[in-house]
């Protein structure tokens, strides 16, 4: 167990729907990163937080957007949904400064 | 850029055989550099990882992992490997600063009785 805690792990819905993906980080971890699994992308960073404000963005779409509030936890949320957004995301977390990120076991979604 | 290489995309060995997954970065400053592994459904677990210091570090599962400077590498090896090691191997290299971590797009690995 890592520490990092994703909810929910599954999730189908359909295509143009929004939904939301939490993050509860390691304890005393003050860093989460998201990342996007997909069979034909690999594993694609998608933002990171550090204490509640944006420290790096990587390629997420402009239909994604996440937080990071001030208890820590983070939510990402996709938007106007494809089905080409169907994949395994994952929250990661550090307590910054170049050290470890651990992963949550990640959130699949299911773009029908 | 920021980049890393892994350039074998799928590997199969035989069990009690040795492994060595390949892994090249690039990166403009002294890289922080990690191997994950992913079991199928999970999510990524640390096996080591390299900051400073001996080039040689050892991590959980008996892997070990050697920092080459020089070739820009950080090969992951294993000298006997058990069917539970089947699983997909990521190399990372991340900044002193934890903003992003580079994956590479992983090795796969089989291990056949």
């Known amino acids: 167990d890592s520490g990092v805690t994703q909810t929910p792990k599954h999730l189908i819905t359909a295509t143009g729907q929004r939904v939301t993906l939490r993050c509860s980080p390691r304890?005393?971890?003050?860093?989460v990163y998201w990342y996007q699994q997909s069979l034909d992308q690999g594993l694609q960073f998608l933002i990171q937080y550090y204490n509640g404000e944006e420290r790096a963005k990587g390629n997420i779409l402009e239909r994604f957007s996440a937080q990071q509030f001030p208890d820590l936890h983070s939510e990402l949320n996709l938007s106007s949904l494809e089905l080409g957004d169907s994949a395994l995301y994952f929250c990661?977390?550090?307590?910054?400064?170049?050290?470890?990120?651990?992963f949550g076991e990640g959130s699949w979604l299911t773009v029908v | 850029a920021q980049s890393v290489t892994q350039p074998d995309i799928h590997i199969t060995v035989s069990e009690g055989a040795s492994l060595e997954l390949r892994c090249n970065y690039s990166y403009g400053a002294t890289p922080y550099l990690f191997w994950y592994v992913q079991s199928p459904g999970q999510g990524l677990q640390l096996l080591l990882k390299?900051?400073?210091?001996?080039?040689l570090v050892q991590g959980i599962k008996g892997f070990e992992a050697e920092f080459k400077r020089s070739q820009s590498s950080f090969n992951l090896r294993k000298p006997s490997v058990h069917w539970s090691d089947a699983a997909e191997y990521f190399c990372a290299v991340g900044s002193n600063t934890g903003n992003q971590f580079y994956f590479g797009t992983g090795t796969s690995l089989t291990v056949i009785p």
């Open positions: 990661a977390s550090s307590n910054g400064g170049g050290n470890t990120i651990y």
């Open positions: 390299y900051f400073s210091g001996d080039t």
């Open positions: 304890s005393g971890d003050l860093s």
